[in-house]
């Protein structure tokens, strides 16, 4: 392992370092905006669902949409520190300040003031969110070919965030019962961010870079483009999203006016965040000892997590303990889907340069991106859609219409579970798992030559 450290330039500062980046600071924020940005706007800024809904439709869109332009720079940025490593020195600075002003919710705006407040400041925050995210997931190819530390990275990171999201969405209520407002969290784990990647920064070397030869960004968009198989990459990418987002972002609403016990939001979404917590650090690792590979994993914890929704959507309101347990099980199942599918990220990289002979870390890391946001547009601003047409009324728990009731259900528990059958579909069809022996030849031979 010391003589593979001394080659890759993995090494143990390495791999806190990434792990600390994916997570910490970065993965605070993230997870406070995806547990409670929606109701925030909503309950506390007052902007009505329909309104709050196409806010987060057109800023999620964009946000994807400027993922591949975020890949293609990256990819394409030339200094004596590397492709992507510059980028973590800045951006989470511009993060930190963006996310601040985001959960400011100055006084005396009136409704249309307010909802332009918030929908130039979400944008940002997405754009910010995209230009770490892409440099950070395609340095680890660029820093190692050894599945074992990329696989290891992945982990360890995903561990990081578990813990990160664990934090946030449990104790969340209480930190801003404290400090009075959500907008003093984001400085604090602004601050987090920005020492995490400045240790990623210092503690990696970019060794595995071909160059881009003059390509455009769209002419690496048409090299992804003739591999069509590869659709069933985006698609699964998406549906982690969507069935990942739903979990936590229709939780709040659901334990408010489903279950109608505001008290319990937190202590449910505590439930949900150690379910996640135990999917990274115990079940994930033991899953893939188990299946040898990410896919027959995934597939196996799809089922089991599909078998959990199916039951709540029946029985989630009838017995406290059954939601809690099966809530729990289900988490613990299903959240390793967001590192499992960094897996794929990887190996679609490898098969790119396989195929093709060219490096598009950050083009694929975008797409990804794109594809993960297409999900989470689906997920942010579906859900508000959803419940503004069902007729949903902010805060009037025991008062909600049948309809609404209905909508808060489904969205808990129907949605994710549809999300659990079309990924086992596009799990055993994935494109990558056939050439897996050609893609370890070859980063056997670009390993020999860097040595």
Not at 165 to 179: C, D, E, L, P, R
Not at 193 to 202: D, E, G, P, R, V
Request: proline content about 3%; aromatic content about 12%; overall charge positive.
């Amino acid at each position: 392992m010391e003589n593979q450290q001394k080659h890759s330039g993995y090494t143990k500062k390495t791999a806190i370092a990434y792990a600390l980046s994916q997570g910490g600071g970065f993965m605070l924020i993230q997870a406070t905006v995806a547990s409670y940005f929606s109701n925030f706007m909503t309950d506390t800024v007052m902007i009505p669902a329909a309104a709050a809904s196409i806010i987060m439709f057109i800023a999620t869109l964009w946000d994807a949409i400027n993922d591949p332009i975020m890949g293609g720079i990256c990819d394409r940025t030339k200094t004596k520190h590397g492709s992507y490593r510059p980028y973590l020195l800045w951006v989470p600075i511009v993060l930190t300040v963006v996310s601040f002003f985001l959960f400011l919710n100055p006084s005396g705006l009136t409704t249309t003031q307010k909802v332009l407040y918030i929908g130039v400041f979400y944008i940002l925050y997405g754009m910010g969110v995209t230009a770490l995210t892409m440099p950070q997931m395609a340095l680890m190819p660029a820093v190692t070919k050894n599945d074992k530390e990329r696989n290891h990275a992945v982990t360890l990171g995903m561990i990081s965030v578990a813990i990160a999201f664990t934090i946030a969405s449990t104790f969340t209520t209480s930190f801003v019962g404290f400090f009075g407002s959500y907008a003093p969290l984001m400085i604090i784990y602004g601050v987090l961010a920005i020492l995490a990647n400045l240790m990623l920064f210092k503690n990696t070397r970019e060794r595995y870079i071909i160059s881009t030869d003059g390509r455009s960004v769209w002419e690496d968009l048409k090299v992804f483009g003739r591999h069509k198989k590869l659709i069933i990459m985006l698609i699964i990418w998406m549906m982690s999203s969507v069935g990942y987002g739903a979990m936590f972002s229709t939780s709040v609403y659901y334990m408010m006016y489903y279950i109608m016990r505001p008290d319990l939001i937190g202590v449910y979404m505590g439930v949900l965040s150690i379910g996640a917590l135990i999917s990274m650090m115990v079940l994930m690792p033991f899953f893939i000892k188990v299946f040898k590979t990410p896919t027959k994993a995934f597939i196996f914890t799809q089922a089991v997590t599909l078998v959990c929704y199916v039951l709540l959507f029946f029985v989630g309101n009838k017995n406290m303990t059954v939601l809690f347990v099966v809530s729990g099980v289900a988490t613990a199942f299903s959240a390793m889907e967001q590192a499992l599918i960094n897996f794929f990220v990887n190996d679609t990289i490898d098969y790119i340069q396989l195929k093709e002979n060219v490096s598009m870390n950050g083009m694929v890391s975008a797409i990804k991106g794109f594809s993960y946001k297409c999900g989470s547009t689906l997920v942010s601003s579906g859900v508000l859609a959803v419940l503004a047409a069902s007729g949903y009324i902010a805060n009037a728990i025991g008062q909600e219409p049948e309809s609404a009731m209905i909508a808060i259900n489904s969205l808990r528990f129907a949605l994710p579970a549809a999300t659990c059958v079309i990924l086992i579909v596009c799990l055993i069809f994935n494109p990558v798992e056939p050439h897996r022996a050609e893609i370890n030849k070859m980063k056997e031979s670009m390993k020999a030559i860097d040595e």
